[in-house]
């Protein structure tokens, strides 16, 4: 057996709530010791888009990745998508869909503000705030202290921007799969355990949640994880096996928005690779690969 | 956040911890543990609520760089999240106990180190004495799943709780009713629970408990006695610590605190509820601990088991009668005190040092009750020399009217064999004129006490009775046959008994051994 290769399928840009721009994922990667990375960008692809222009034979290996917000009646889930194509029609019908309600929430936001605290701020400011590529809370709440109307970002989120309440739209999670297929990627589960990133969802709840996205089309699940016990990562492992689906490892790296190193995946050297994980690796190398060569 | 002396950094979570303010507990604790990689982190989440996998995630960062570390106080939904998640098996996470009142509860036993109450129609918790009883409740759990794995039916607590000063197990118990209350309610039942007592002491007593597991009752008995020594006669007391000393160690398990109040009927179920008591030993020290239940602690003051059982000394005193005469399967008076006598040596012992213990001495109704148990025991160690008992060995006072069972105890002996008639006569003349030998002249003019032994063995069947006493040595063969064709007035009656003795038995043998006469009569039946 060829010796364990480093690597880290789970990582945020300023592309979307991470700290680090795209064209500096190479050289972080290459400090972390990785052979093989892939940049997942909250509903965008342009973080990928820059890469696959900006890299060279002596980069680490790279994969095309995403990671779609989704929702439907049943609850919230975060899908990965890896290896596709993002010149293609299908992810990026997703990316514009996700990118619409994104801009919506926004313009909601910046409404309340407005009509219920009297916040306002110049067009030149709005204009900017809608041209980023994912503008969220964090970019509001700079904007309100920048003109004075609250003390930090963690507090404008809190006191101000968290109290309005509207219905939020979500590309559904069949959309999302859908989507990533088409494009010639791979559809995984992001972080399946903590749902859409806070919850815990163990056991039965799990199962019937596989059962549900398989039959839409999932093919894995990301069962390392940087906030995994062993306890989760064993029953996500028993999962993937029973349905059958690849198995991925990410950390859920966003620079020093959050502190997670990159490259803490929870998939330890001592460890033994699960079969998925050996499919999902030799099924990637077949997809459309930018970079050097991962091992 | 502050450091205690062995330099574990503590740090209280409160609230919610969710995504909103994990960041900033993660930043603070990052904060405070920069430099100090590798110390005892403990967290103090006795005023968590709720914490969100964004939560989950700070501990196993921390976790990362401080591997000992320990969460105190875990509420009961945090708790479950921490052993959902697999975080129990990850970090030392120390449940906080809920807190139960048994104000008004129905008290439904009583045990060496604590007390059970009803707190609901399913559930009882046993509230122990100690307040600082985390370990007892550890070790009863431990030694009730040992019983449990072994065969004894036992309820084991699901939960530990706060009770006032002390902590309780909590037990399900649905429907039960504790023998006790039944023997104090329906007294008809007496006969009953009896039998499903001695069922249930013999199936203890029948268990083979693996080595090392549980303590050897004949040690914890030893430190009575050694603590009998210095309020007793230098002999007496000497006595009560050899006489324990002799007994030989078993391997079989005992409860310790065997008594009705322990003993619950659920179901048509019997199990027993408290086992922190469990040893190995001698049963003579359960029996001893029974006597005390049943009898000896309201021998001064008659209502003592009024307030504890429940039922009058009467019904006290008829179930231990019962309940030995059915352990030993024996309705033979003198063998039935005989063991009573034994256990209470040391149940007196056991009773006496307790008192003493507890301020007994330091009231008037104390020291007579100490005074009453102390004549009783000297008593007894003037004249018990073993306190081993033995189904076919009869020890009695060597009295010409204690022969019926002398004769009584043989004869059920023979029961269970298929002996004529005619031997059984022969046999039953043969022990009577050996017996009435020791009564008459073994001891005199004083009294003294005397053993008989039966067995019944070997192809063809033979019974052999042995008759042992520490009298003056005298051996009844050596005496010459009488005359038998003199005329009845001029022979030689004791004489002849012992004739017909010899020409009835099989075999006749005497020996002088160990300061005992041994007489050994056997019959080919």
Request: net charge negative; proline share 5%.
């Amino acid at each position: 057996m060829e010796t364990p290769v480093k690597f880290d399928l789970h990582m945020h840009t300023t592309v979307s709530d991470g700290t680090d721009a795209p064209e500096r994922m190479p050289e972080r990667a290459r400090e972390a010791g990785l052979r093989l990375f892939a940049v997942t960008d909250h509903d965008a692809v342009k973080g990928c888009r820059i890469l696959r222009d900006a890299l060279t034979e002596a980069d680490p290996a790279f994969l095309t990745g995403v990671e779609f917000s989704c929702k439907d009646e049943q609850g919230k889930y975060h899908i990965l998508g890896y290896g596709y194509d993002p010149e293609t029609e299908p992810i990026q019908r997703v990316v514009r869909t996700g990118h619409g309600f994104r801009m919506k929430k926004v313009r909601a936001r910046l409404d309340f503000l407005k009509t219920e605290f009297g916040f306002t701020f110049p067009e030149e400011e709005i204009a900017a705030l809608f041209m980023l590529d994912n503008p969220g809370k964090p970019h509001i709440g700079n904007m309100m202290v920048k003109y004075g109307y609250a003390p930090s970002k963690e507090k404008a989120i809190t006191e101000y921007i968290n109290k309005v309440r509207f219905r939020s739209e979500y590309v559904r999670p069949e959309e999302a799969i859908r989507g990533i297929l088409g494009s010639g990627g791979i559809p995984v589960l992001a972080h399946p355990a903590f749902g859409s990133g806070d919850e815990l969802i163990v056991g039965q709840e799990m199962d019937a949640r596989l059962k549900r996205l398989t039959a839409m089309g999932l093919q894995g699940v990301e069962a390392f994880y940087s906030g995994f016990t062993p306890k989760i990562i064993r029953q996500m492992l028993d999962f993937a096996e029973q349905y059958g689906l690849y198995v991925t490892a990410g950390s859920d790296y966003h620079g020093t928005n959050k502190l997670i190193p990159l490259g803490d995946t929870g998939l330890d050297d001592a460890m033994p690779w699960p079969d998925g994980l050996h499919r999902f690796l030799e099924e990637v190398r077949t997809r459309t690969m930018y970079g050097g060569k991962i091992g | 956040m502050s450091e205690n002396g062995t330099g574990a950094v503590t740090f209280a979570l409160t609230g919610r911890v969710d995504s909103l303010n994990a960041p900033e507990l993660e930043s603070q604790l990052m904060e405070r543990l920069a430099g100090r990689a590798g110390a005892p982190v403990v967290l103090d989440a006795s005023e968590l609520q709720y914490i969100s996998s964004a939560g989950l995630r700070v501990l196993l960062r921390v976790k990362k760089t401080n591997p000992d570390m320990t969460v105190t106080g875990v509420n009961s939904d945090v708790y479950e999240v921490l052993d959902m998640t697999g975080f129990t098996e990850l970090m030392t996470v120390e449940k906080a106990y809920r807190t139960v009142s048994v104000e008004g509860c129905e008290e439904i036993g009583r045990g060496a180190n604590g007390t059970i109450y009803r707190i609901d129609r399913d559930n009882v918790v046993k509230v122990y004495n100690n307040p600082d009883a985390l370990e007892d409740i550890r070790h009863e759990r431990e030694v009730a799943r040992l019983a449990l794995v072994l065969g004894i039916p036992t309820a084991i607590s699901y939960d530990v709780v706060k009770v006032g000063d002390s902590y309780g197990s909590v037990f399900e118990l649905l429907n039960a009713s504790s023998f006790s209350k039944i023997l104090a309610e329906q007294p008809d039942r007496m006969d009953w629970c009896v039998k499903e007592y001695v069922e249930m002491l013999r199936k203890i007593h029948g268990t083979l408990v693996p080595k090392g597991k549980l303590p050897d009752v004949r040690i914890t008995a030893l430190g009575w006695a050694e603590f009998m020594r210095d309020w007793l006669p230098e002999k007496a007391g000497e006595k009560l610590v050899a006489l324990i000393r002799a007994v030989p160690h078993d391997d079989h398990m005992i409860h310790g605190d065997y008594h009705t109040k322990n003993l619950e009927l659920q179901n048509d179920e019997v199990l027993l509820i408290d086992m922190d008591t469990l040893a190995v030993g001698h049963p003579i020290f359960e029996l001893a601990s029974i006597y005390n239940s049943f009898v000896g602690f309201s021998e001064y003051d008659h209502e003592t088991i009024k307030r504890f059982q429940g039922f009058d000394r009467e019904t006290g005193l008829t179930f231990w009668k019962k309940a030995l005469a059915a352990y030993l399967g024996t309705t033979n008076e003198m063998k039935l005190r005989e063991v009573e006598d034994k256990a209470r040596v040391v149940g007196y012992a056991r009773m006496i040092r307790r008192s003493i213990r507890r301020g007994g001495l330091d009231t008037e109704d104390g020291r007579a009750e100490i005074d009453l148990w102390k004549g009783e025991l000297l008593e007894l160690l003037d004249r018990v020399d073993d306190l081993t008992f033995d189904p076919d060995e009869l020890e009695l006072e060597a009295l010409v009217e204690n022969l019926p069972w002398v004769q009584e105890f043989i004869d059920s002996h023979l029961e269970s064999t298929d002996c004529p008639p005619k031997a059984q006569m022969q046999i039953s003349l043969a022990a009577e004129e050996i017996f009435v030998n020791i009564a008459s002249y073994a001891y005199a003019p004083e009294k003294g006490r005397a053993r008989v032994r039966v067995e019944v063995a070997g192809d063809p069947v033979t019974v052999t009775i042995t008759f042992l006493d520490r009298g003056v040595p005298y051996d009844p063969l050596q005496r010459e046959d009488p005359d038998v064709t003199l005329s009845a007035d001029q022979r030689d009656i004791g004489g002849l008994g012992i004739l017909l003795t010899k020409k009835t038995m099989d075999d006749v043998a005497y020996e002088y051994k160990d300061g005992q006469n041994i007489l050994t009569l056997k019959k080919k039946i």
